[in-house]
């Protein structure tokens, strides 16, 4: 192990190398945080130019581009609640009415931190548990991602609101709009009322945008309209936020504060990493859940909580390393990212799998250092960045909100280059502004619409390899175990709900 840690170090120290590895984070930063252009849209743009470099350097722009991007995600949800990439959605709820507050500059920096050790704790699983994680990561069949999936839904619906039933709706609601489009086993259209536009199903951004960017200017205008925070607002410019310098700093006390949330959000992280496919958006929302459920002050989660940043930056950074083990030690990817990175190390004639450990010993130590060394640079870099852009949540509001519905459009038109894409984030922002109003929750729908094609497609392939054989779901240990979680977990948060809930 040593002798392949000195060899894999020895590969990395090299000025290129190093070079690389700060352009793809820094490209990645950038990336993630314009709206609509994904870390995986990065790794999709930079591919092609990684054939021209040598195979550390053009792993390591790869893996820049991942952690970057998934930092960059962040920026616009702090500034504009307009989530740069889909799992950043989560970073809205806390950060952007910091950024109201005139607190940009300490929202960002407490995702800036919270995502970096996040990040580098979880490539520590990376290194020490990827080969016993893998063969657990084998027994994981569609039986078992059917009830992984449940789990998150019903855990999500019944935690997420005040009152379960809401939760229930919004899940609900999110289920239904993840079967528009068409059926993928027997190719029939559903619920498209004859707009060929709709054959492949809403687009996450636009969904996102309108849902959780375009309905707040909704809420906004409406606020203004309506005079209701005149009281709140007649010692101040009513077109400016006031901002002190302390405002955007993050104290020692602060953060160690959040430590706790960080190292726990950390935990479901990578334990949903560690399932291919499953994604960064429902660790970094089951973390946030969970930071809520166990808070001292949950109250303030909505308000601009820093625990609640460190939650969904932690536990959607957390998935990195852990989904990164089927690659390197199966040869199978657990994400799109992941997939992409396959395709650079396919590109410089490396195939991971099984035996890629005992052939290529160096290789692969020399991929677990650039991770590390990755993240220092999004540390460096990302807190040179934010320093340049948390001035602009101290813009007018009347600017402050053209430039968010600008953004809007630009966000949900690039991703497909589709008109109608920006017309359904206008009709999703109608939605999402009417289900403000009726208190349900924005995220538990989005997280619903996310999981709900994977529920369908997991639970069509268990019924068909059991020859539906319902049984299938409590005869296999994992699945079962899920199920116990399930029905426990939802009994504990409603006896947590009722000791905590007002009377009316």
């Not at 809403?202 to 005149?230: D, N, T, W």
Request: net charge neutral; with cysteine.
């Amino acid at each position: 192990m040593i002798e392949h840690f000195l060899g894999g170090l020895s590969m990395v120290l090299v000025p290129q190398n190093l070079l690389w590895a700060g352009v793809g984070v820094s490209c990645g930063m950038i990336l993630g945080s314009i709206p609509g252009l994904t870390d995986n849209m990065g790794i999709v743009l930079f591919l092609p130019f990684t054939y021209y470099l040598g195979p550390i350097a053009g792993i390591a722009m790869l893996m820049g581009l991942t952690k970057g991007g998934n930092f960059g995600g962040s920026i616009p949800a702090i500034l504009f609640k307009i989530p740069g990439t889909p799992q950043a959605m989560v970073t809205c709820l806390d950060g952007y009415p910091l950024a109201q507050e005139g607190k940009s500059g300490k929202a960002m920096k407490q995702a800036l931190f919270s995502s970096v050790v996040a990040d580098a704790l979880s490539d520590l699983i990376l290194i020490f548990l990827a080969a016993p994680v893998a063969l657990i990561a084998l027994k994981i069949g569609p039986p078992e991602y059917t009830s992984i999936i449940i789990f998150s839904l019903i855990v999500i619906s019944v935690a997420a609101s005040e009152y379960p039933v809401r939760g229930i709706i919004a899940t609900v609601l999110g289920l239904l709009l993840g079967i528009v489009g068409t059926d993928l086993e027997y190719g029939t259209t559903r619920l498209i009322f004859n707009t060929l536009d709709l054959a492949d199903g809403f687009h996450i951004m636009p969904m996102v945008i309108g849902m959780l960017a375009f309905s707040e200017v909704l809420l906004q205008l409406e606020k203004e309209y309506s005079k209701r925070r005149i009281e709140k607002l007649s010692a101040k410019d009513p077109d400016k936020i006031e901002v002190r310098s302390e405002d955007h700093s993050l104290r020692w006390a602060e953060f160690k504060s959040t430590l706790p949330t960080i190292f726990r959000s950390t935990g479901i992280g990578a334990a949903i990493g560690i399932i291919p496919g499953i994604g960064t958006t429902v660790g970094s929302y089951l973390s946030y859940i969970m930071a809520k459920q166990s808070s001292r002050n949950p109250e303030n989660f909505g308000k601009g909580s820093l625990e609640g940043i460190a939650a969904a930056e932690a536990g959607n950074n957390a998935v990195n390393g852990p989904n990164l083990i089927p690659l390197v030690t199966l040869g199978i990817p657990g994400n799109l990212a992941a997939a992409l990175i396959l395709g650079g190390f396919m590109m410089k004639g490396l195939v991971p799998g099984p035996t890629f450990m005992q052939t290529n010993g160096d290789m692969l130590y020399a991929l677990f250092i650039i991770l590390f060394i990755s993240n220092l640079f999004t540390l460096g870099i990302g807190y040179y960045y934010i320093k340049k852009v948390n001035r602009v949540a101290e813009v007018p509001k009347s600017y402050l909100y053209t430039a968010i519905i600008v953004f809007s459009i630009i966000g949900s038109y690039v991703g497909y280059a589709s008109m109608f894409d920006v017309y359904i984030m206008l009709a999703f922002g109608v939605v999402g502004y009417a289900l403000t109003k009726f208190k349900i929750n924005l995220p538990t729908v989005i997280v619903a619409f996310f999981l709900g094609p994977m529920l369908e497609a997991k639970l069509r392939q268990a019924l068909l390899i059991s020859g539906y054989d319902v049984t299938v779901f409590i005869t296999r240990p994992i699945s079962l175990a899920f199920l116990v979680f399930t029905f426990a977990a939802v009994i504990f948060l409603i006896k947590r709900k009722k000791s905590v809930m007002p009377a009316d």
